[in-house]
């Protein structure tokens, strides 16, 4: 039997109280999708924002999947908002395009674009807490994923409630109580139609599996994945306690982090547990089952393998441990240099001037150089002649020499003319265009890293 809409409020007032989601004077952002969902927190937090001494706006994200519905669902979102004068802020992307250039799925790039507006849209406009509709259900489906998985205890413990500025006030309703409750009080909503298909692995979760579970296991399945959560989330609490005791073996700078692994430790459990946490901390990427056996593989190989993940970031095999970082390739394979400007890379920058500068790194004779100036990584095969060297050495002995460990090797960048290498940047350049008494014009290199 439906509840009556004032115990459904009763209810979500209390969890929010006993939760502490909000403070006096909080500046509200609601994510405002249009469904069912995010209507009913909209709707409620605008009624009892005085009772909650808050501010309340609304963000509306149009991720132009779905044509028409996409467009209509945001008319409805800005009709709605208007009727009520609370103010919306909207925005779209080009989500299928993020997602092939970050080589991701679309679900993914969906929410990844979705958080970074509101992400931007808070700190622009100095909102304190950030109001996602997730609901009881989302909740299991989170549950169900994660261990389908292998994302450990943390992603056992499911959405959670609070997590910095970002709150989900109602995590204790279930969508049947929220769809129940706008019906009787004739209150409209969008519906997207993708939900109805099988497309996204939540979709499928929600549409076959759970109905299966429900029916021959537990009905009340969403109530008992609630209650385990919690358990989880304070068990994941204190295991945090125990991980921080390993901070010792991660050391992060320069957006690399370095992990002394150990796939045979007795504490691999822990290990990983922390490893999770850091790869989301620094590059954003959830780490699954998947990708802790890419890492236990790459412990066991030689020096100098390497293993890939999402969003570009790469683990190098490295004497004492595993070196993580985030490679960024230029499209082009070789980009030309232009004299005067100065050009960035990864996070370097190189400039190269016909007038003396201040702090340059390096002098070259200008007639010496055939053609165009390029930047572009060094490949294998490469070779040069270092300055005042007899003779040409292969750039990865020559880096081997000055002793760059395998991680390292792969980031440096080389400066060529149409012929030859000019430049090893940041170490040597070629005894073929160095100055000489002869030398009538001359090129000033400036490097530095950023």
Same mark, same amino acid.
């Given at each position: 039997m439906p509840q009556h809409p004032k115990t459904i409020e009763q209810t979500v007032s209390t969890f929010i109280k006993q939760k502490?989601?909000?403070?006096?004077?909080?500046?509200?952002? @609601?994510?405002?999708?249009?469904?069912?969902?995010?209507?009913?927190?909209?709707? !409620? +937090? $605008?009624?009892? &924002?005085?009772? %909650?001494?808050?501010?309340?706006?609304?963000a509306h994200f149009n991720h132009k999947l779905r044509a028409e519905e996409s467009e209509r669902d945001e008319l409805f979102v800005r009709e709605f908002c208007d009727s009520r004068g609370i103010e919306l802020f909207v925005d779209f992307a080009n989500v299928q395009d993020y997602a092939k250039n970050n080589k991701i799925s679309v679900e993914e790039a969906s929410r990844n674009l979705r958080y970074r507006f509101l992400e931007e849209i808070a700190i622009g406009n100095n909102f304190t807490k950030i109001c996602t509709a997730h609901n009881k259900n989302d909740n299991t489906e989170t549950i169900l994923l994660n261990l389908a998985k292998g994302t450990g205890i943390s992603g056992w413990g499911g959405i959670p409630i609070k997590r910095?500025?970002? @709150?989900?006030?109602?995590?204790?309703?279930?969508?049947?109580?929220?769809?129940? !409750? +706008? $019906?009787?009080? &004739?209150?409209? %909503?969008?519906?997207?139609?993708?939900?109805?298909?099988n497309d996204y692995q939540r979709n499928l979760i929600r549409n076959e599996i759970l109905p299966i579970l429900?029916?021959?296991?537990?009905?009340?399945?969403?109530?008992?994945?609630?209650?385990?959560?919690?358990?989880?989330?304070?068990?994941?609490?204190?295991?945090?306690?125990?991980?921080?005791?390993?901070?010792?073996?991660?050391?992060?700078?320069?957006?690399?982090?370095?992990?002394?692994?150990?796939?045979?430790?007795?504490?691999?459990?822990?290990?990983?547990?922390?490893?999770?946490?850091?790869?989301?901390?620094?590059y954003k990427v959830k780490f699954e089952f998947s990708d802790f056996q890419k890492i236990e593989s790459l412990s066991n190989s030689q020096k100098g393998k390497i293993a890939k993940f999402k969003h570009n970031l790469v683990a190098i095999r490295e004497t004492t441990g595993i070196l993580f970082t985030q490679h960024f390739e230029l499209k082009e394979k070789n980009v030309a240099i232009e004299f005067g400007k100065e050009f960035h890379f990864e996070n370097q920058s190189i400039q190269i001037i016909e007038n003396e500068i201040p702090d340059f790194s390096e002098i070259i004779d200008i007639n010496k150089i055939e053609g165009s100036l390029f930047i572009?990584?060094?490949?294998?095969?490469?070779?040069?002649?270092?300055?005042?060297?007899?003779?040409?050495?292969?750039?990865?002995?020559?880096?081997?020499?000055?002793?760059?460990?395998?991680?390292?090797?792969?980031?440096?960048?080389?400066?060529?003319?149409?012929?030859?290498?000019?430049?090893?940047?940041?170490?040597?350049?070629?005894?073929?265009?160095?100055?000489?008494?002869?030398t009538r014009q001359k090129l000033y290199i400036k490097w530095q890293k950023n």
């Open positions: 502490f989601i909000f403070d006096k004077n909080d500046k509200v952002l @609601v994510a405002f999708s249009g469904g069912s969902d995010s209507v009913f927190l909209l709707e !409620y +937090l $605008n009624n009892f &924002k005085e009772k %909650f001494a808050i501010q309340v706006s609304a910095e500025k970002i @709150v989900r006030p109602i995590l204790i309703l279930e969508k049947s109580e929220i769809e129940n !409750y +706008l $019906n009787s009080k &004739k209150i409209p %909503f969008v519906f997207d139609s993708t939900n109805a298909t429900k029916s021959q296991i537990n009905p009340n399945i969403d109530e008992a994945l609630f209650r385990s959560s919690e358990i989880f989330r304070q068990f994941s609490s204190i295991l945090d306690e125990e991980v921080k005791k390993l901070e010792s073996f991660f050391q992060f700078s320069e957006n690399k982090l370095f992990v002394n692994y150990d796939s045979k430790s007795e504490f691999i459990f822990l290990m990983n547990e922390l490893l999770k946490k850091k790869i989301e901390e620094f572009r990584k060094w490949k294998i095969g490469d070779k040069f002649k270092p300055i005042n060297f007899n003779g040409t050495k292969k750039i990865s002995d020559f880096l081997t020499d000055l002793k760059i460990n395998a991680s390292n090797k792969r980031n440096i960048w080389i400066l060529s003319d149409s012929k030859k290498i000019v430049y090893v940047i940041g170490f040597r350049i070629s005894d073929e265009v160095k100055i000489t008494e002869n």
